[in-house]
């Protein structure tokens, strides 16, 4: 089962599918954890895209196409996988399905979390994120058992830098401006699925689970 979460930053997409990759064991893929972890370890692709991330733009699409692509070809992509983050452009949504399509393969289900602006704020600068492994929390909605440490690994909790206010506007402009169009795009080829975002976590887990089958 090949699914793309889409969604403004802080929608709830990788919160939504870390739960569906443990229930479907299948990879969860966020570009953005990629991107990031590149930049923690110093490669030249994460030499090259630190600004981007800093000022809340998008990567160019070449490197995060390739990048991509290159990540759903490894094995165990071979039952499925769950896109989070990406595709964010129209070009990067075009060139991803040609490199399916040469393989024979398509995406069986593009699903989209609606949360409106003011919650995306609020999500967003009470997101806690554990670097060292990638867990998610939330202030109030998903706090962590001790204050400040991940419940997954026990290293201390952080609020990303992306996630700071300034940074935050400008992401959702993007977003606008850049990533909604893709709705339109995947409406007219008819294979998106709208949920409501503003539910409780398992709430919107359980709508998915309804739709994607057991
Ligand atoms: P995205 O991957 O779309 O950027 P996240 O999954 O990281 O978003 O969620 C953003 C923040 O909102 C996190 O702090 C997360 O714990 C919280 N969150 C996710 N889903 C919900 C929800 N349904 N209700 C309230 N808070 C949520
Ligand atoms: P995320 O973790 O999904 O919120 O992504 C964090 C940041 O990584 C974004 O603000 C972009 O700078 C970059 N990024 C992640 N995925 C993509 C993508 N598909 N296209 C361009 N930039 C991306």
Redesign the pocket.
Known sequence: MKIIMLGA??AG??TQAVKLSEKYCIPHI???????TNIKSGTELGKR?KA??D???????E???DL?IDRVKRDDCKRGYIL??????IP?AQEFESALENDGEKIDYIIDIEVPDENIIQRMSGRRTCSHCGATYHILHNPTKIEEICDSCGKRIEL?D?DKPETIKK?LV?YHEQTQPLMDYYTIKGNLVKIDGTLGIDEIFNSIVEILGE
């Open positions: 930053p802080g997409k990788g966020s570009t953005g954890d990629i991107l990031r895209v981007f991330l000022n809340g733009q998008l990567v160019p699409d490197l995060v196409i991509t989070d983050g990406f595709p964010r452009t990067q990303r992306d992401r993007v």
